[in-house]
């Protein structure tokens, strides 16, 4: 399950209170939790890079579905595990589409949730 | 007297004038006292090669009704016509004054009317542009015309009067006018109606008629007897259907319903000017079979067409502007669409929010906190499925569902859509028939949602618990798929409603299920889009058993044209 050294995870999620719930929920399980309100930053990602990334497909102004895919072409950050959120029923298609390692559709179950944590880091 | 003889005899035929010496009992009747003045006159004769013909015979062979009297307004004689039009014999009105026929009203008048003619005598019309009244022995009144004429016989003033009997001319004269006003009443209904109303004829589709509102659709003039392709492609106007592709003879409904004798109904179409305004049209098109038409031949068309004397295809063509619902229905929908993704985003961080808390509590051992959040949880999870509906039922009205057909296994699906209802109750047990693969080309997504739609109603239904079988058969044409129940059941008279948009059963029984009424209608709507069908077995008390096939397609369905 969980390493030595606290993992980060990073949350891309417009929306502040489903990225409050979800940093509760992460940080319950001991993860040091990183919040983006917008994207902008993505682009300017320096290493260390975090452990996951739950990455929003509806951004105000941008589209997770392009970030993923950048993100994925990126040699420092294809390694990344990115995990795409929506409430999108074709979820599971786009994820596969644009290169996400998984996904999770809105609004989400915690036992799942938490077997991608487990996957994942 | 032998009238007909009379009238069609010919020369040389004797026996057609044997009335002199046949005079009978009523011959005899039907002449002047002895000692009028008028007798030997009217007894005067006409002499031919063989026979002779008095002015008296004259005078009765005229089809009208004559009368004579003289300057003292005494009726001196009338002829047989006289006696059959008033109803009286010669002998009841020789000698009386000429106003007893005439109604009351008239007679003071007409006494010194007839004073006034027999100062100035001339052959004229009597009361022209008035409308004339006899008066019968009877008590009834009879519309008549009237010539008079001036009638001297040596030096005895008379007046020679002919009557007509318009009864049947003037009831001609007043239907024409009822159905002149009925017309003109008609027209003005049409014109007031807020839709177009047009008829055309023929394989060219020419117009017959069109009210007011046609003109405000079209933006331009459609000429009487001008084909409608003439009438588009002169105007610039262009037509297409509701997703955008332009309209050609064999799709335009008005030429559909002339051509093919189609009736079209309800056919969304967008036309465009050529100024580029658009607007939008709900089109009904109504073959009204062969009929011939009175009309004038447009100029370009044979006058001597037969057109005009054989029956044409015709149709009833009725445009409705609809761009106002149309925009209103839009934004409608862009509403509730936007209000499903507002309304989700909140329930996503209440449901997380709750969830932590749940497992916080757990961990603590308040079981009793945990179970009231449980129940929260499964609340909203309802309220996400309802959500959901409503944003899938917009979509799907608008024709914006996006579809994603793929091939899957269709026994995996029921397992894990199976397995995922299992969770959620524990009165209920799931079982499943058929086993090995089942690859079907569909929307694995939309397919599950068909699943656990029949499945959570399934155990919604089934109150007192039990078990829902699954059951997927495949055939030649495909995969038929039950879930079966042992629930409260469905009446036989709501049965065939259950797939309709909103529709929810109302009874005693079903009061304590709440629901939008809207998953067993997107579910219909997802089958349908398959290409398969849905319906539903079920007796009340006994339970139900919902039935859907998938056809067996391994090719993306082609592109469809118009409607769903």
Same mark, same amino acid.
């Given at each position: 399950?969980? +390493?030595?050294? *606290?993992?980060?995870? #990073?949350?891309?999620?417009?929306?502040?209170?489903?990225?409050?719930?979800?940093?509760?929920?992460?940080?319950?399980?001991?993860?040091?939790?990183?919040?983006?309100?917008?994207? &902008?930053?993505?682009?300017?990602? *320096?290493?260390?890079?975090?452990?996951?990334?739950?990455?929003?497909? #509806?951004?105000?102004?941008?589209? +997770?579905?392009?970030?993923?895919? *950048?993100?994925? +072409?990126?040699?420092?950050?294809?390694?990344?595990?990115?995990?795409?959120?929506?409430?999108?029923? *074709? #979820?599971?298609?786009?994820?596969?589409?644009? +290169?996400?390692?998984?996904? #999770?559709?809105?609004?989400? &179950?915690?036992?799942?949730?938490?077997?991608?944590?487990?996957?994942?880091? | 007297?032998?009238?007909?003889?009379?009238?069609?005899?010919?020369?040389?035929?004797?026996?057609?004038?044997?009335?002199?010496?046949?005079?009978?009992? $009523?011959?005899?009747?039907?002449?002047?006292?002895?000692?009028?003045?008028?007798?030997?006159?009217?007894?005067?004769?006409?002499?031919?090669?063989?026979?002779?013909?008095?002015?008296?015979?004259?005078?009765?062979?005229?089809?009208?009704?004559?009368?004579?009297? %003289?300057?003292?307004?005494?009726?001196?004689?009338?002829?047989?016509?006289?006696?059959?039009?008033?109803?009286?014999?010669?002998?009841?009105?020789?000698? !009386?004054?000429?106003?007893?026929?005439?109604?009351?009203?008239?007679?003071?008048?007409?006494?010194?009317?007839?004073?006034?003619?027999?100062?100035?005598?001339?052959?004229?019309?009597?009361?022209?542009?008035?409308?004339?009244?006899?008066?019968?022995?009877?008590?009834?009144?009879?519309?008549?015309?009237?010539?008079?004429?001036?009638?001297?016989?040596?030096?005895?003033?008379?007046?020679?009067?002919?009557?007509?009997?318009?009864?049947?001319?003037?009831?001609? /004269?007043?239907?024409? @006018?009822?159905?002149?006003?009925?017309?003109?009443?008609?027209?003005?209904?049409?014109?007031?109606?807020?839709?177009?109303?047009?008829?055309?004829?023929?394989?060219?589709?020419?117009?017959?008629?069109?009210?007011?509102?046609?003109?405000?659709?079209?933006?331009?003039?459609?000429?009487?007897?001008?084909?409608?392709?003439? =009438?588009?492609?002169?105007?610039?106007?262009?037509?297409?259907?509701?997703?955008?592709?332009?309209?050609?003879?064999?799709?335009?409904?008005?030429?559909?319903?002339?051509?093919?004798?189609?009736?079209?109904?309800?056919?969304?179409?967008?036309?465009?000017?050529?100024?580029?305004?658009?607007?939008?049209?709900?089109?009904?098109?109504?073959?009204?079979? !062969?009929?011939?038409?009175?009309?004038?031949?447009?100029?370009?068309?044979?006058?001597?067409?037969?057109?005009?004397?054989?029956?044409?295809?015709?149709?009833?063509?009725?445009?409705?502007?609809?761009?106002?619902?149309?925009?209103?229905?839009?934004?409608?929908?862009?509403?509730?669409?936007?209000?499903?993704?507002?309304?989700?985003?909140?329930?996503?961080?209440?449901?997380?929010?709750?969830?932590?808390?749940?497992?916080?509590?757990?961990?603590?051992?308040?079981?009793?906190?945990?179970?009231?959040?449980?129940?929260?949880?499964?609340?909203?999870?309802?309220?996400?499925?309802?959500?959901?509906?409503?944003? $899938?039922?917009?979509?799907?009205?608008?024709?914006?569902?996006?579809?994603?057909?793929?091939?899957?296994?269709?026994?995996?699906?029921?397992?894990?859509?199976?397995?995922?209802?299992?969770?959620?109750?524990?009165?209920? /047990?799931?079982?499943?028939?058929?086993?090995?693969?089942?690859?079907?080309?569909?929307?694995?997504?939309?397919?599950?949602?068909?699943?656990?739609?029949?499945?959570?109603?399934?155990?919604?239904?089934?109150?007192?618990?039990?078990?829902?079988?699954? @059951?997927?058969?495949?055939?030649?044409?495909?995969?038929?798929?039950?879930?079966? %129940?042992?629930?409260?059941?469905?009446?036989?008279?709501?049965?065939?409603?259950?797939?309709? @948009?909103?529709?929810?059963?109302?009874?005693?029984?079903?009061?304590? =299920?709440?629901?939008?009424?809207?998953?067993?209608?997107?579910?219909?709507?997802?089958?349908?889009?398959?290409?398969? !069908?849905?319906?539903?077995?079920?007796?009340?008390?006994?339970?139900?058993?919902?039935? =859907?096939?998938?056809?067996?397609?391994?090719?993306?369905?082609?592109?469809?044209?118009?409607?769903?």
């Amino acid at each position: 399950m969980k +390493g030595t050294a *606290q993992k980060t995870i #990073l949350i891309i999620e417009d929306h502040a209170g489903i990225a409050d719930a979800l940093r509760m929920v992460l940080e319950e399980e001991d993860y040091h939790v990183e919040v983006w309100i917008t994207a &902008e930053a993505v682009y300017s990602l *320096q290493a260390p890079f975090p452990d996951l990334i739950f990455l929003d497909i #509806l951004l105000g102004g941008m589209d +997770g579905k392009v970030i993923c895919r *950048q993100l994925k +072409g990126l040699p420092a950050t294809r390694s990344v595990p990115i995990i795409l959120m929506s409430a999108n029923k *074709q #979820l599971p298609r786009i994820a596969r589409e644009v +290169g996400a390692d998984d996904w #999770l559709l809105k609004p989400f &179950e915690l036992d799942a949730l938490l077997e991608l944590l487990d996957k994942y880091t | 007297m032998d009238e007909n003889a009379q009238l069609c005899g010919k020369g040389g035929d004797d026996s057609a004038w044997k009335h002199e010496e046949e005079k009978d009992e $009523d011959e005899r009747k039907h002449t002047p006292s002895p000692h009028s003045p008028f007798e030997p006159y009217l007894a005067c004769s006409l002499q031919g090669a063989d026979n002779k013909i008095t002015f008296q015979n004259w005078l009765d062979l005229s089809p009208d009704a004559l009368v004579i009297i %003289d300057s003292a307004g005494l009726i001196r004689y009338v002829n047989r016509q006289m006696e059959t039009l008033f109803g009286y014999s010669f002998q009841e009105l020789e000698n !009386q004054q000429l106003e007893i026929l005439l109604p009351e009203r008239f007679r003071a008048a007409h006494i010194h009317h007839r004073e006034r003619f027999a100062a100035a005598p001339r052959i004229r019309q009597m009361g022209v542009g008035l409308e004339l009244y006899g008066l019968r022995k009877d008590g009834t009144e009879v519309p008549v015309d009237i010539s008079l004429s001036p009638l001297c016989f040596g030096d005895v003033f008379s007046v020679l009067g002919a009557i007509r009997d318009i009864t049947e001319r003037r009831s001609l /004269q007043e239907s024409e @006018r009822a159905a002149r006003a009925e017309l003109e009443l008609l027209q003005l209904i049409l014109d007031e109606l807020p839709i177009s109303v047009s008829l055309i004829r023929g394989e060219q589709a020419r117009l017959v008629l069109a009210n007011r509102t046609a003109l405000a659709i079209w933006g331009t003039q459609w000429h009487v007897g001008q084909p409608m392709q003439d =009438f588009l492609t002169s105007n610039g106007l262009r037509l297409f259907s509701i997703d955008g592709h332009s309209l050609s003879p064999t799709t335009i409904a008005p030429l559909r319903a002339v051509r093919q004798g189609e009736t079209v109904r309800e056919h969304q179409e967008l036309i465009q000017r050529a100024d580029g305004t658009t607007t939008s049209l709900l089109v009904n098109a109504v073959a009204l079979g !062969q009929r011939l038409l009175r009309g004038v031949p447009a100029p370009n068309e044979r006058s001597t067409s037969d057109s005009f004397n054989t029956a044409e295809s015709i149709a009833l063509v009725v445009h409705q502007d609809v761009t106002e619902l149309m925009e209103l229905e839009r934004r409608k929908d862009e509403f509730i669409a936007m209000a499903s993704h507002e309304l989700r985003t909140p329930v996503t961080s209440i449901k997380t929010y709750v969830q932590w808390l749940r497992r916080r509590l757990i961990k603590q051992g308040d079981e009793a906190s945990s179970a009231v959040l449980t129940k929260i949880d499964g609340e909203l999870n309802g309220l996400t499925r309802l959500i959901g509906e409503l944003l $899938d039922i917009t979509q799907m009205e608008t024709g914006h569902l996006p579809w994603h057909e793929e091939t899957f296994d269709l026994n995996e699906l029921v397992r894990e859509v199976a397995e995922a209802l299992e969770h959620t109750t524990e009165r209920h /047990q799931i079982k499943r028939e058929g086993q090995g693969s089942l690859p079907v080309y569909a929307d694995r997504e939309r397919i599950c949602q068909v699943l656990a739609n029949l499945l959570s109603n399934a155990i919604k239904y089934t109150p007192q618990g039990g078990t829902i079988l699954v @059951r997927q058969t495949k055939h030649k044409e495909g995969v038929t798929l039950s879930v079966q %129940d042992s629930g409260i059941g469905i009446p036989h008279e709501k049965q065939t409603h259950l797939f309709e @948009r909103f529709y929810r059963v109302k009874d005693a029984e079903h009061e304590n =299920f709440p629901g939008l009424g809207l998953g067993l209608y997107l579910s219909a709507e997802i089958v349908k889009h398959h290409g398969g !069908q849905i319906w539903v077995e079920s007796e009340p008390g006994v339970g139900s058993t919902f039935f =859907f096939t998938l056809p067996v397609r391994v090719d993306p369905l082609p592109v469809k044209g118009e409607g769903r």
